[in-house]
């Protein structure tokens, strides 16, 4: 559940955030009335904590503001007054509940879980989808005409899946949105509860309506209706992932099977160093080393049991674990618990001797040539950086392996004529892939019309032959540190090789770019070649633990804000209390359910857009604003001295200006003129990508950094995007029509320029003018 916390008193609002944090509710907080009135619009929440005496924008006027823009989610407001005719105001204006200060902490948890619990309530009652309808004022529940009779709790049930269709909801979600907090039940009594519903729905015709997501929880089938004619459908869990395409699913189950396999011989050893510290405690001869050994051995067996599916093993593991990590030298019954305990785990994993494990394929690069020179120097070059390339020497082999695979970039020859289209076709289907893939083209022809084309295909990167391996691979970061710079890119520390191996999976269908690094030492190193937007860190490994690092990395000037997240098998209070002293901002036990770090990382990514997004958009086009794009600019600039002087790298700034904007503000009022930008605005953002570079600049302009092309090339390539342009029509509130009166201009570095503000001031003196303002 996410939480939005609105206090003024920094230290109240400590100690609020840090009482919900302890109830697992995800808090964002702001200090004033109107930071929460933004945030309230950026992301969907659960509830809202607010103080009534706010500065900017007070509690009770921004409580007015979000029930007259049509937010439903409760609120809570906090007052320090006791006086009952603000406390009218208060639920006048739109609260559901309200405290008076000061605060009892467990009075505050008791009326947030109440609040959740009822969430809101819908404008239009009645819930429906397909034949199957709920109506909350009356209490009945229909299939068709024919009445059901359920049980509370099972009409509690079908509520909230009626409120939440195609969600998929775990046990522990239904727990705690369906039983009060003094009497919860077992995760089997929802078990029951299902069933029992079930089985009512299937009497009166609504067979298999809910359906078991193994592993996840429970969701009614998607695509089955829609809530109401008006039906709010604001979702109870926003922040749950959905389930993943079936194919998709599939893919995560093979290759968590594949996994299995691969590592069973990895697992054996494991369990072997148990079996010899058994061995060893029998006879008497159970050194330190052994011992210390044993519990590592266990600790990672803990970590990665249940990814696969092996909960039983995990529990067994933790035991072991516990037991050895005590301090002093064992107790018999200490002794025979632990004897027990790895026969048990031997019994349940049944691990026999397994093949020596495969490698595992860390091909993030794939090169489609058949020059195996450049090939084999492509490989030296990102060795330095922990990347390796795949190499197909044909477009057919290439395309069998991208049916598996999805890298992070392709570079593609294109020297044969024959292949034209396959080659288009290919780019084409890179470009749509989600997230997209970057593509780099070599070719031996240059001509105006290959660059263009390939442009249009969504080629992000062209260089003609012959070329080095330095001037592919210098292009090729390029485009992969833009790549990650749009994407979600996650650097996980964790010294379990087969943890890391079994994260991806998980990670990756759902485009977040995973990083394993399985060596704390090289940590630093790492680190700034990744550039990562959230670090995950296991507390346990051996020379530095994740406590360690993250306490280097707080103090650190340039990496302090960077969010991270702490995974460990280790769940007491000691040690949860540490990592989050140390600068910690969430952490998540092993073994890993999949789609609780996702939603995890997911609360941390979110959050941190949402604060990058205020200070670097303009919040009409959705652009990057002139101080965030022109920052951008001059990192290409950089680039592009950096890179090798004896190649020409030009690339151009185009300028598009509104011409008549102030005249549309005046004669039709400032709305309409939000709307020309707002339209404009998505018509940049739908026919540009890759590595050119968008911003509006205020008072109309709107600016275009496009790499690798000369200014000739440029004007060819934006002919369809100006067309567009022109034709645009917009509606005043009048119902008059009418078009708007633009300018364009280029210019090119380094003909033209050397710095982003002259290339600025040549293409804005050299505008054309390419429309025209017209009534109609």
Request: net charge negative; charged share 20%.
């Amino acid at each position: 559940m996410r939480i939005l916390l609105i206090e003024d008193d920094e230290i109240l609002l400590g100690v609020l955030q840090q009482s919900l944090a302890s109830q697992h509710y995800v808090v964002d907080t702001v200090e004033n009335g109107q930071s929460g009135w933004e945030y309230a619009q950026s992301t969907s929440y659960d509830l809202i904590v607010m103080d009534v005496g706010l500065p900017r924008i007070d509690g009770i006027k921004l409580c007015q503001r979000l029930r007259a823009e049509g937010y439903s989610m409760p609120i809570l407001l906090i007052t320090a007054r006791d006086a009952s005719s603000d406390r009218i105001r208060g639920l006048d204006a739109g609260a559901d509940d309200y405290l008076i200060k000061p605060l009892d902490l467990a009075e505050l948890q008791a009326r947030v879980r109440a609040l959740l619990r009822r969430r809101e309530v819908s404008p239009t009652t009645v819930l429906k989808v397909g034949d199957l309808c709920l109506d909350p004022r009356s209490c009945e529940v229909s299939y068709g005409k024919k009445l059901l009779a359920l049980t509370p709790k099972e009409y509690t049930l079908l509520e909230v899946f009626l409120r939440n269709p195609s969600r998929v909801l775990s046990r522990g979600q239904l727990v705690e949105h369906l039983w009060t907090f003094d009497d919860p039940p077992l995760e089997e009594s929802v078990k029951a509860h299902i069933k029992g519903l079930r089985q009512k729905l299937k009497t009166a015709g609504a067979v298999d309506w809910i359906e078991n997501v193994y592993g996840l929880g429970y969701r009614l089938k998607e695509g089955v209706g829609e809530i109401g004619e008006q039906g709010n459908k604001e979702e109870l869990f926003p922040l749950s992932p959905t389930l993943p395409p079936s194919s998709i699913e599939q893919q995560f189950q093979q290759g968590m099977g594949k996994l299995w396999q691969q590592y069973q011989g990895l697992m054996a050893q494991r369990l072997e160093a148990l079996q010899t510290a058994a061995i060893a405690l029998q006879t008497g001869m159970l050194t330190s080393l052994l011992r210390q050994n044993a519990m590592q051995a266990a600790h990672k067996l803990a970590g990665v049991l249940g990814m696969f599916e092996r909960e039983a093993g995990t529990l067994l593991a933790r035991e072991i674990e516990e037991i050895l990590r005590a301090d002093g030298a064992l107790q018999p019954l200490q002794e025979q618990q632990f004897l027990d305990l790895v026969q048990k785990l031997g019994q349940m994993l049944n691990l026999g001797e397994k093949e020596p494990s495969l490698p595992i394929e860390t091909s993030r690069l794939l090169l489609i040539d058949p020059d195996q020179n450049l090939g084999q120097e492509l490989q030296e070059l990102a060795r330095s950086l922990d990347l390796s390339w795949k190499q197909m020497a044909t477009l057919e082999l290439a395309k069998t392996w991208l049916q598996s695979h999805s890298p992070d970039l392709v570079v593609l020859a294109t020297d044969t004529v024959e292949q034209r289209k396959e080659n288009l076709a290919l780019l084409f289907e890179l470009a749509a892939r989600t997230p997209p893939i970057s593509a780099l083209v070599l070719t031996s022809a240059e001509k105006l019309l290959d660059r263009v084309t390939v442009a249009r295909a969504g080629g992000q990167g062209f260089l003609v032959k012959p070329v080095t391996a330095v001037q592919v691979w210098d292009l090729a970061m390029q485009l992969l540190q833009h790549r990650h710079s749009l994407s979600a890119n996650v650097l996980v520390v964790d010294d379990d090789p087969v943890f890391l191996a079994a994260l991806r999976p998980m990670l990756e269908p759902w485009g977040i770019r995973m990083t394993g690094l399985d060596d704390p030492l090289r940590f630093w190193e790492v680190l700034p070649s990744v550039v990562p937007d959230l670090l995950i860190l296991d507390v346990d490994m051996p020379k530095v633990s994740g406590i360690e690092l993250c306490q280097a990395v707080r103090i650190d000037r340039d990496w302090q804000g960077l969010p991270i997240l702490f995974l460990t098998a280790r769940c007491d209070r000691q040690t949860i209390q540490q990592v989050f002293a140390i600068g910690a901002d969430d952490y998540i036990s092993k073994p890993v359910v999949a789609a609780e770090l996702l939603t995890r990382i997911t609360n941390r990514l979110e959050r941190t857009r949402l604060l990058q997004n205020l200070s670097r958009k303009d919040h009409l086009t959705g652009l990057a604003n002139q101080p965030y794009s022109s920052q951008n600019l001059e990192l290409l600039i950089q680039r592009l001295k950096d890179a090798d002087s004896s190649t020409f790298h030009p690339w151009c700034l185009a300028v598009f200006t509104v011409t008549e904007l102030q005249q549309i503000n005046i004669q039709y009022g400032h709305a309409i003129g939000n709307q020309v930008l707002q339209r404009w605005g998505r018509l940049f953002q739908s026919n540009f990508r890759g590595t050119q570079v968008l911003g509006y600049w205020a008072n109309g302009e709107f600016v275009v950094g496009i790499p690798e092309l000369t200014k000739q090339e440029v004007s060819e390539h934006l002919c369809e995007f100006l067309t567009t342009l022109r034709q645009q029509v917009f509606t005043a509130s009048d119902s008059s029509r009418f078009q708007v009166n633009f300018r364009f201009g280029i210019a090119e570095y380094p003909t033209d320029a050397l710095t982003v503000q002259s290339l600025f001031k040549i293409a804005s003196t050299t505008l054309d003018n390419l429309n025209y303002f017209d009534n109609n």
